[in-house]
Structure formats: C-alpha cells, structure tokens
Antibody
Framework: EVQLVESGGDVVQSGGSLRLSCAVSGFTFDDNAMHWVRQRPGKGLEWVSLISWDGFTSRYADSVKGRFTISRDNEKNSLYLQMNSLREDDSALYYC??????????????WGQGTLVAVSS | EIVMTQSPTTLSVSPGERVTLSCRASQSISNKLAWYQQKPGQTPRVLIYTASDRATGIPARFSGSGSGTEFTLTISSLQSEDFAVYYCQQYHIWPLTFGPGTKVDMK
C-alpha cells in the first residue's frame, strides 16, 4: 500500500523558515517524481513544486520561486520542502503527492494527508 | 503560466441527474489534463487523466473528453457519494496549474 506521511508543519512568524518532510512507503521511491501541492483553508489546490526521480530537475510555482527548495533522499525514501522567507499567504495545508511517472508530466496518483503551516505576522 | 478556468463555480443537482463540468485552458495543453475529486476533509483523488482515461477504480459513470483548450468531465448519473469539489489540472507546461474547482452540491 502506497503511503505518504508529511510532517514538519508548524506555526511560524512571517520571515521565518520551516522544513517539511514526507516519508513514503509502499512503492519504489526513485521510480517517481514527487510534488508538493498546497491548499489554503477553504480554497482550491495550488501546485507548489516538483522534483524528478533522480533529484536533478526541480520546478517551482512563481509564488515560491527563490524562497522554497524541494529535495529528496532516495536512500531514506523521503521528500523535503525547505521554506524560507515565509509570508502569511504561505499559510496552507501542504500535501506531498506522487507523480505517476519519473518526470512529472503526468497525473498525480497518490496524496498524503497533509501538514499544516500557519504563518503569523 | 497557463490559466485554467472552470464552470460553473457551483452546480446544484439531484441524485440520478447527468452532470457536465467544463474546464478551459488559456492555451493549448494537448490532452495533458487530469480531473480530481475532493470531498470535505479528504485528500484529492484522480478521476481522469490524459483528458479521457479513467483512473484505476473509478466508476464508469465518470468520463472525460476534450483536447486543446476545452475539456469536459461528465457524470452520467450522479450518486450521493459524488457530491464534492472537482478540479482540473494541466500537466503540459510548467508551472502545473489547477483550475479553481467546481462544487457539486445537492439541490
């Protein structure tokens, strides 16, 4: 069974930093690209970032480019999101999600339960 | 950035009705479109990918069509468990983008 378990969400002040983690199991981690997708309370889904299977390619939404860094450790079956210079509008539930293929040009087929980030002024 | 728009914003329907949801891309995305369903308090789940392929375990009452910039998700006969928010998402060009969603609720 595929499982994605996020952690690291917290309350942080504006301008602060946070590192999210996602522990995966139930599949061969380095077969798939991985995403972070966020959802503000009561709002829609917003794609944040993607990393390819080998970690060599990463993509970012314009809203987080230069502030967030995605990474992965295939030995530890883990995905990360380093979030710096946090702003109030970064407050959201952050989902770790699996791309169907190794590049990310595909559907998202599994989602974690999410970890909550709250940025206060 | 490709902007995805969805219509209507909200759709009030009764069980058994046929439901058609629309999604439009601001430029051509070929068939690189997925549809997701999200129920309150739950994570999204993929229904349709490459515009018209049903994901594993998705009932046949869900179907997708379209290419280029215009796409449709159809629920042939709405069941009570189908009340949810439906999002389209393009994966043709970075950044990936989602539509704002269509809420299907009970009439």
């Amino acid at each position: 069974e595929v499982q994605l378990v996020e952690s690291g969400g917290d309350v942080v002040q504006s301008g602060g930093s946070l590192r999210l983690s996602c522990a995966v199991s139930g599949f061969t981690f380095d077969d798939n690209a991985m995403h972070w997708v966020r959802q503000r309370p009561g709002k829609g889904l917003e794609w944040v970032s993607l990393i390819s299977w080998d970690g060599f390619t990463s993509r970012y939404a314009d809203s987080v480019k230069g502030r967030f860094t995605i990474s992965r450790d295939n030995e530890k079956n883990s995905l990360y999101l380093q979030m710096n210079s946090l702003r109030e509008d970064d407050s959201a539930l952050y989902y770790c999600a699996r791309a169907y293929d190794s590049t990310g040009y595909s559907k998202i087929d599994y989602w974690g339960q999410g970890t909550l980030v709250a940025v206060s002024s | 950035e490709i902007v995805m728009t969805q219509s209507p914003t909200t759709l009030s329907v009764s069980p058994g009705e046929r439901v058609t949801l629309s999604c439009r891309a601001s430029q051509s995305i070929s068939n690189k479109l997925a549809w997701y369903q999200q129920k309150p308090g739950q994570t999204p789940r993929v229904l349709i990918y490459t515009a018209s392929d049903r994901a594993t375990g998705i009932p046949a009452r869900f179907s997708g069509s379209g290419s280029g910039t215009e796409f449709t998700l159809t629920i042939s006969s709405l069941q009570s468990e189908d009340f949810a928010v439906y999002y389209c998402q393009q994966y043709h060009i970075w950044p990936l983008t989602f539509g704002p969603g269509t809420k299907v609720d009970m009439k």
